[in-house]
């Protein structure tokens, strides 16, 4: 019998108030047919989050820098393995609560077309080829190839989904067909066509006038019909109760979540699904619709394993769970996480002739810094200080130099700049440890900038690190910069004034480790730029247009301090196209290094259309072929 045929069964023995339980993401236990509670909302952006010990990889948006598939596949294969070996012991106590369960909210596949929203660190950035790629290694690791499902992918958020946060439960979108295809729905369709995920999860915001979650253009025309989708969708949490609150569009929670279902909205996040029961009463939903939906999500369940005692799964042991093999792992994505903006030479620093390090800046030794956000917990961490104290032979001197974003001062205050500016007249080689974290960008109701909205205002850093920087640059010491952000940030001082530049996002728990790595040649850098980092916004659109006119590497108009797919190394690798689908790549410097060779075609603007990592020992030649 097949999952489908059993799930009709089951749900055929269920009655409607039974049913209508079912389609809540805290779906209750039915003792009498063997159904177990069951919570459908479980995070891994980059790592098994909010479950305990886990190991924490690179943000997405660090490891869509890597520019390489097949790590993005393994490490999600290694995500599903931690996940997995949770839920074989969660599920001994009876039930599976919140973030215990199999059915996971990742990847979130929405386009970073604006440097100011917050949530952008966790996308694979501007580029809807790349963030496809990406995005199909991802799904496919997460949810493996057995006879069940490992785990249940669901591709967010469905759609035309990027801010501004403080205008998402009532803003609507209206783009041109060409952007909407060309650039918020191909990632979408693609991942679909190449990886299958199980789910898709609609987005707050309306789109042409209808919301994401109950919109019969997006879900119905689009979603199940041109683009043959076979999953569920899940609404986005309380996103179905902003159709009466914030949109207007109804005029109560029966008819909110009837608009929701009738248009194929199965799962709810929320409170929306308990008036399921009143709509039926009122005529506006059918018991047929209603049983429809159910048996998507109960052959959901079974596919997943979770009613069966053959699960190829079953056996994965709770050891693997922030072992070795994974921790080495998150170190390999890591090193492929840093950018390498700029460098005159500076870099990898000699240790033989370094004596002395200066680590001074407020993300230097931040646990913070490390995580993004969607984050679980690594129970052994490297700092970005602790990682070079622990690669570097010399004596490394540490100063915080100043608050992340706040001013310091005043009388029984800390005053450290002083204290920055002695360690680095007493180094020979100072490194600079700057930029934001997830407490300044992300969700709505993170951040503590811009009214809670988790966006940022701008692209510049803090006033606090900027008076550092300027008094670190008078000194005329030889710095490394180190810019850790989920997103653009103007870096045009630093790359005027100091000898490199790292773009370092949120490096994960081995971010310490990777970063000393780099610094000191035990690794040539290898990640490019997943988005443009720009000098200014002045001649940006505005944050609520969605127009892409002017937006990203493919139509933005001015001159950018690192365009999309930036990214040195430490060696000299020469590109030799022989034609448009073949290159010969030459290492001709004196580092081994990784390369991501990146294949660009013009319709008219320029567009990525396929990528590749090699790795190239000195003066090794390949060919690279691309389809």
Not at 174 to 182: A, F, G, I, P, Q
Not at 594 to 609: G, M, R, T
């Amino acid at each position: 019998m097949t999952f489908t045929q059993r799930a009709k069964e089951l749900v055929a023995q269920m009655t409607l108030e039974e049913k209508a339980s079912q389609m809540r993401y805290d779906s209750p236990a039915i003792e009498r047919l063997g159904i177990p509670a069951y919570n459908w909302w479980n995070e891994c952006l980059h790592g098994v989050a909010r479950s305990g010990a886990a190991t924490v990889f690179p943000q997405a948006i660090g490891m869509a820098a890597s520019f390489n598939v097949e790590l993005m596949h393994r490490v999600a294969t290694a995500i599903s393995d931690e996940a997995r070996a949770k839920y074989n012991e969660y599920k001994k106590f009876g039930y599976t609560d919140i973030y215990q369960g199999l059915t996971y909210w990742s990847p979130n596949i929405n386009i970073f077309r604006d440097p100011r929203w917050g949530r952008g660190h966790e996308t694979y950035g501007e580029d809807p080829y790349l963030t496809a790629q990406m995005g199909v290694a991802f799904i496919k690791g997460l949810q493996g190839e057995g006879k069940y499902r490992k785990l249940d992918a669901t591709i967010k958020h469905l759609a035309v989904h990027s801010g501004p946060e403080k205008l998402r439960h009532e803003f609507d979108v209206d783009v041109s067909e060409k952007d909407l295809y060309e650039t918020y729905l191909y990632a979408f369709k693609y991942c679909i066509d190449h990886a299958d995920p199980s789910a898709v999860m609609g987005a707050y915001n309306r789109l042409y006038g209808e919301p994401c979650c109950g919109s019969k253009k997006l879900l119905g025309d689009i979603l199940y019909g041109e683009f043959g989708f076979k999953g569920y969708v899940v609404s986005d949490c309380s996103a179905v109760e902003d159709f009466h609150m914030n949109h207007k569009v109804t005029r109560n929670i029966a008819e909110s979540c009837a608009l929701a279902i009738n248009n194929g909205c199965q799962l709810n996040c929320g409170r929306a699904y308990t008036a399921v029961l009143q709509a039926v009463e009122m005529g506006l939903i059918t018991e047929e619709k209603i049983t429809e939906s159910v048996e998507k999500l109960m052959e959901t369940r079974i596919r997943l394993g979770m009613f069966d005692d053959d699960c190829e799964y079953d056996n994965i042991p709770y050891d693997v769970v922030e072992c070795e093999a994974h921790t080495n792992l998150n170190r390999e994505m890591a090193h492929e996480s840093i950018v390498l903006l700029k460098n005159n030479g500076i870099l990898p620093l000699d240790s033989k002739k370094i004596k002395t390090v200066a680590v001074i800046g407020p993300n230097a030794d931040s646990k913070t810094l490390l995580l993004g956000n969607y984050f679980g917990t690594p129970s052994r961490y490297s700092t970005l200080l602790r990682g070079i104290q622990d690669g570097f032979d010399g004596r490394v001197i540490y100063a915080r130099g100043c608050h992340l974003f706040k001013p310091m001062g005043g009388r029984a205050k800390e005053l450290p700049l002083n204290e920055a500016l002695i360690a680095a007249k007493m180094a020979d080689v100072v490194i600079l440890c700057m930029g934001l974290d997830s407490t300044m960008e992300g969700e709505q109701g993170d951040g503590y900038n811009n009214d809670y909205s988790g966006d940022k205002p701008d692209i510049e850093l803090p006033a606090s690190q900027k008076l550092l920087i300027e008094k670190i640059t008078e000194l005329k010491k030889p710095t490394v910069f180190v810019n850790s952000s989920g997103s653009c940030i103007n870096l045009s001082y630093a790359h005027e004034n100091f000898d490199a530049v790292l773009q370092c996002f949120y490096p994960g728990a081995e971010g310490g480790n990777a970063l000393a790595d780099i610094l000191f040649g035990k690794v040539s850098p290898s990640g490019r730029l997943p988005v443009s980092f720009y000098k200014t916004l002045d001649d940006y659109p505005d944050f609520e247009d969605y127009s892409m006119e002017n937006r990203t590497y493919k139509f933005y108009k001015g001159t950018p301090l690192y365009d999309f797919g930036h990214g040195l190394t430490y060696s000299d690798i020469k590109e030799n196209w022989l034609d448009e689908n073949t290159v010969e790549l030459s290492n001709q410097g004196e580092y081994d290094t990784a390369y991501s060779v990146l294949k660009f075609e013009y319709i008219p603007h320029k567009s990525l259309c396929g990528f590749k990592k090699v790795f190239l020992k000195k003066g090794e030649k390949i060919t690279v072929k691309f389809n």
